[in-house]
């Protein structure tokens, strides 16, 4: 099975023992998410510590479209091991914000849900995370335009450093510049060394920019902007 960390060897697949092959109590079922119904792509998800994972039936073409990354997901998938005729492609994705994962999975599907254009300022912030970690900005940000205007005007006021990602993860190279320098001369160290915000918050957790602080001054180096 491929997952977005690379494959497992069919050597440590085949690797079984008696004692893992033999009868044991039955485990549930996973539950499955139907994002597409006719759809040839299962993708499954690990969740709460990979004690528990949740899958969603999709379209392979759909989410080809939506992600280069995960275009490339499913292209090596298919060198290294082509399904059958009639057989479903199984993908595992590491991510634990399902929510947002499955919204992202419906617009895939030209399916938009009627909250979309309803999102708090934290679950945007939060869809904007995973635009970088998943590279689906480019299909989302049209859907988005009027939530990203909204809540892009965050940048510049205290409480609201997180908003530096609605530029850097859609692509807005003047907003963003405005946002890295009001952010950075507002950073300071604490004793553990990490870059911290004037409310407390460590920067280093959520900002995905490598910064390097010279006497109160930060040089910012993007992580993937012509993605």
């Given at each position: 099975m491929l997952t977005d960390e690379g494959f497992n060897s069919s050597a440590e697949e085949d690797a079984t023992t008696d004692t893992e092959t033999a009868p044991g109590p039955p485990t549930p079922k996973e539950?499955?998410?139907?994002?597409?119904?006719?759809?040839?792509?299962?993708?499954?998800?690990?969740?709460?510590?990979?004690?528990?994972?949740?899958?969603f039936l999709v379209s392979s073409p759909c989410i080809r479209l939506a992600s280069p990354k995960w275009k490339a997901l499913l292209a090596k998938m298919a060198s290294r091991s082509p399904s059958?005729?009639?057989?479903?492609?199984?993908?595992?994705?590491?991510?634990?914000?399902?929510?947002?994962?499955?919204?992202?999975?419906?617009?895939?599907?030209?399916?938009?849900?009627?909250?979309?254009?309803?999102?708090?300022?934290?679950?945007?912030?939060?869809?904007?995370?995973?635009?970088?970690?998943h590279q689906t900005a480019t299909f989302l940000r049209p859907l988005l335009d009027p939530v990203i205007k909204?809540?892009?005007?965050?940048i510049g006021k205290p409480g609201y450093e997180d908003?530096?990602?609605?530029?850097?993860?859609?692509?807005?190279?003047?907003?963003?510049?405005?946002?890295?320098?009001?952010?950075?001369?507002?950073m300071s160290r604490d004793k553990r060394n990490r870059w911290m915000t004037p409310g407390g918050d460590s920067l280093n957790e959520?900002?995905?920019?490598?910064?390097?602080?010279?006497?109160?001054?930060?040089?910012?180096?993007?992580?993937?902007?012509?993605?």
């Open positions: 539950p499955t998410i139907i994002i597409d119904p006719e759809g040839d792509l299962v993708i499954r998800v690990h969740t709460n510590n990979d004690l528990d994972s949740v899958e059958r005729t009639g057989e479903k492609s199984n993908l595992l994705l590491n991510e634990h914000d399902i929510t947002t994962l499955e919204m992202v999975l419906h617009c895939a599907h030209l399916r938009h849900p009627s909250s979309l254009q309803k999102m708090n300022y934290d679950a945007f912030i939060d869809t904007a995370r995973f635009c970088d970690r909204k809540w892009i005007d965050k908003a530096i990602m609605i530029p850097y993860a859609f692509k807005f190279p003047s907003a963003f510049a405005h946002a890295t320098s009001w952010v950075a001369s507002r959520w900002l995905p920019l490598c910064l390097i602080g010279k006497s109160g001054f930060f040089h910012i180096t993007f992580w993937g902007w012509s993605n």
